[in-house]
């Protein structure tokens, strides 16, 4: 099984980073981009074939690392 | 009077710290690596260093605020045990919970590297009270994710309880209400993103850190 895990920053937590990329991007004239958010993409590869199981596991893995719960939040997609 | 400097892989201003610790206590610091699993019981304050733990991997401090030392280290704050944290060692105490808020990517998103002109916004600290009545102190400053962030209710917590140390004097970074460090409730786990321990000797330009780590050997 493959776990996908996106983490980004809550809404109303400034992101510098996607502000500068919404920038650059309305720069080369793609000026229907009103703003950009960036996060990251966290793959796991997992044992065992019991997906809900998978799920509670990976929620405790972002609980506990993956984010930081104060500034982030995250969303997990499990694949087979 | 013993002091301690946890050292994390690429941590890189454990040795200044060592050096700040001997300078004001006339002893050498005890170096800690960060797979040891006990901070010796006799030890009396213990920093955490600058620098860059695992390469800011995940987030900056993430990995390190998790390893087997951190671990202890939060069971001995909530005795008691005098922490302070500066720069990459503030992200370590964010990330492990022991002082409240995060520290995000620079708001101008440049690496900040510079004396910084600092406020002291609580003179009656553990951590500030050999200033006498100093309000303005300079620490070098060399970030890029020292945007300090928590949320209102957070904030005004820590402003209503004296919890706001330093204050920037002319905001670097983006950190919400200036704040450059604070401490926790119980007033001695202490972080800041400036760097006090390169301001303890002429050479470095000046010696305005001096005053906190006499503070905080003082206070035990």
Redesign the interface.
């Given at each position: 099984m493959k776990a996908l895990v996106y983490v980004g920053?809550k809404p109303g937590?400034?992101d510098?980073?996607g502000r500068?990329i919404a920038r650059s991007l309305n720069d080369l004239g793609f000026d229907e981009v009103t703003g950009a958010f960036q996060g990251k993409v966290i793959e796991l590869n997992l044992s065992g074939d019991d997906k809900d199981h998978a799920k509670a596991r990976v929620t405790e893995m972002c609980e506990?690392?993956?984010a930081?719960t104060?500034?982030e939040s995250y969303r997990i997609e499990i694949e087979d | 009077m013993k002091t301690a400097v946890i050292t994390f892989p690429a941590s890189n201003c454990n040795r200044d710290a060592a050096m700040a610790l001997e300078k004001v206590t006339g002893r050498p610091a005890q170096m800690i690596w960060h797979r040891e699993t006990e901070i010796p019981s006799d030890i009396d304050f213990v920093v955490l260093p600058g620098g860059f733990s695992y390469g800011d991997y995940l987030r900056c401090g993430a990995i390190a605020s998790r390893s087997p030392i951190v671990k202890d280290l939060v069971a001995k704050a909530e005795k008691g045990l005098p922490i302070a944290g500066f720069c990459n060692g503030f992200q370590v105490l964010t990330e492990s919970g022991l002082l409240p808020g995060a520290l995000l990517r620079n708001k101008q998103l440049n690496f900040v590297c510079r004396p910084q002109k600092l406020t002291i916004e609580n003179g009656n600290t553990r951590y500030t009270s050999q200033y006498a009545g100093l309000k303005e102190v300079i620490f070098p400053i060399a970030h890029h994710d020292g945007n300090y962030y928590a949320d209102d209710a957070t904030l005004n917590q820590l402003e209503k309880e004296g919890r706001v140390v330093f204050r920037y004097a002319g905001n670097p970074n983006g950190s919400a209400r200036d704040i450059a460090g604070i401490v926790n409730e119980g007033g001695n786990v202490f972080g800041m993103m400036p760097h006090p321990e390169r301001a303890i000797d002429p050479v470095h330009g000046g010696t305005d850190g001096l005053g906190l780590f006499k503070s905080i050997i003082e206070s035990i």
């Open positions: 920053l937590v400034l510098p980073q500068a506990k690392l993956l930081n104060v500034i | -």
